[in-house]
């Protein structure tokens, strides 16, 4: 069995995040949902939700669904990097994503969740596709659609295609040759504590020379921007004119009308490049001539994150066989 689903930006603008239309229940409720590597809960707006904290997200109603079952005793919190959270409840429904269908997934209602969720409007939930050790569910900790999915799927493997301000493509199954360019570059993957872990060979700002250094750090398609060592991200921005780190904006910022240099990172041998537009990022509000950068530190989170303005560049295979390995290939 084999399923591909879209990616959708959430802003035309800018990518904060990309949306999966699913169907949970019966009969199929359609939500659109965040699909996370950095996480393993799958949480949902719901029925269940303090109305207060629903501002226009599609909700799925258990009551409505005759397959839904409730999880007796079984809660869940969930604590994220932007110290944003939820917490809730726990069914098992149908639960599909481009057709491929997982008949007891564990689908986590939430009853409350923070204000940073109630105003994005466009994300109704999120999908954890990082590691089951991950998942937040109490007393039994549950299995990610990916992990139910894998025995029934044609490889145990699941593939991020994501563009830049365009749609892309989460492809379960399969690898499809027509999404990328030459060889796919595997690496090991460190599994504990449950993120997609992997550790690339260096990078290189612009056409400067190369810099070997391992850089250990998770790919997470739901962080939109990309977090590195503060001593690799000086050396990108002290390439752009009137680039500052600015404590008030929390972070780089430069001028929107700098041409920005691309930034490469290692994979093994090969490498994969950023474009400079992927880095320019957004505008610090509407219409400002100053801009955020895509590409910031990452010494107050303690981990590299290889965000969306990563994985945007490149062709991500999340291998989930035995051991599990991670994929990048140009495209
Ligand atoms: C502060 C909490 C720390 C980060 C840690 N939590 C995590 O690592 C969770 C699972 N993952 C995350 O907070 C991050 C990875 C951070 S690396 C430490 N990934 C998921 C995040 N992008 C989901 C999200 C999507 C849209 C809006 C906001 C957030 C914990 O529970 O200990």
């Known amino acids: 069995e084999k ?21 949970i229940g019966t009969p199929p409720q359609t939500l659109y949902l965040d ?26 109603s258990p009551e409505k669904s005759t397959t839904a079952k409730l999880l007796a005793g079984h809660t869940w919190s969930i604590r994220y990097g932007d110290g944003s959270g939820s917490l809730g409840n726990v069914y098992t429904d149908n639960f599909t994503v481009g057709g491929v269908t997982v008949t007891s997934q564990a689908v986590q209602t939430a009853q409350q969740v923070s204000t940073s969720f109630t105003s994005e409007s466009d994300i109704h939930g999120l999908v954890g596709l990082g590691f089951s050790t991950l998942n937040t569910v109490y007393p039994n900790g549950q299995l990610t659609f990916f992990d ?84 690799v991200v000086t050396s990108y921005w002290r390439q752009v004119e009137g680039a500052v780190n600015s404590q008030y904006y929390g972070g780089y910022v430069f001028p929107c009308s700098s041409k920005l240099p691309s930034f490469t990172f290692g994979v093994g041998s090969a490498n994969i490049t950023i474009p400079g537009s992927y880095i320019n990022y957004a505008q610090i509000t509407e ?19 290889w965000g969306d303005v990563a994985l945007k560049a490149a062709f991500v295979v999340f291998n989930g066989g035995n051991p599990p390995t991670i994929g990048w290939a140009r495209k």
């Open 3 to 23: 399923g591909s689903a879209p990616a959708i930006p959430v802003d035309p603008r800018f990518d904060i995040a990309y949306v999966t239309p699913v169907t």
């Open 35 to 60: 699909f996370d590597t950095g996480s393993s809960d799958l949480w949902v707006f719901s029925s269940h939700t303090l109305a207060s904290q629903v501002r226009g997200q599609m909700i799925y």
């Open 148 to 231: 139910n999915a894998k025995s029934q799927l044609d490889s145990p493997v699941f593939t991020a295609d994501l563009k830049w301000k365009k749609e892309g493509t989460y492809d379960f199954g399969f690898i499809d040759e027509t999404k990328y360019t030459g060889e796919i570059t595997y690496l090991p993957v460190q599994t504990d504590p449950g993120y997609w872990t992997f550790t690339s060979s260096g990078y290189a700002v612009g056409d400067g020379s190369f810099n070997q250094v391992s850089i250990s750090g998770i790919a997470d398609t739901a962080t939109s921007l990309t977090y590195l060592p503060t001593a």
């Open 287 to 305: 219409g400002s001539p100053t801009c955020f950068g895509g590409l910031q530190s990452s010494s107050g989170l303690g981990i590299n994150i």
